[in-house]
Nanobody, 124 residues
Framework: QVQLVESGGGLVQAGGSLRLSCLVS????????MGWFRQAPGKEREFVSA????????DYADSVKGRFTISRDNAKNTVYLQMNRLKPEDTAVYYC?????????????????WGPGTQVTVSS
């Protein structure tokens, strides 16, 4: 069983920054591609970013490209999402996800495991 726990969410003013973390336990962390999704009130959950097992490849949604950076530390079983130049439209619950089959599965919205989510609120 794999468990994912996000942290680092909170309230920030527009233009500010936050770094989300997702700690993974239960299996070999480097066996999984990792990703981030978000769900705003009244909207469907959407893909944000993904990273390959050893961090050599990354993907981003167009809405966050150039502002968000995904990274991972396999020694700490943790994936990060650095969010800069935040906008009110970035307000959402952010979810961490893991997929043994790779980034393509994450981008398709079908990871193997999900975290419970962390709230990010950006005020204008």
């Amino acid at each position: 069983q794999v468990q994912l726990v996000e942290s680092g969410g909170g309230l920030v003013q527009a233009g500010g920054s936050l770094r989300l973390s997702c700690l993974v336990s239960g299996r070999t962390f480097s066996s999984y591609a990792m990703g981030w999704f978000r769900q705003a009130p009244g909207k469907e959950r959407e893909f944000v970013s993904a990273i390959s097992r050893f961090g050599s490849n990354t993907d981003y949604a167009d809405s966050v490209k150039g502002r968000f950076t995904i990274s991972r530390d396999n020694a700490k079983n943790t994936v990060y999402l650095q969010m800069n130049r935040l906008k009110p439209e970035d307000t959402a619950v952010y979810y961490c996800a893991a997929a043994a089959s790779g980034r393509t599965i994450i981008r398709a919205g079908n990871p193997d495991f999900w975290g419970p989510g962390t709230q990010v609120t950006v005020s204008s």
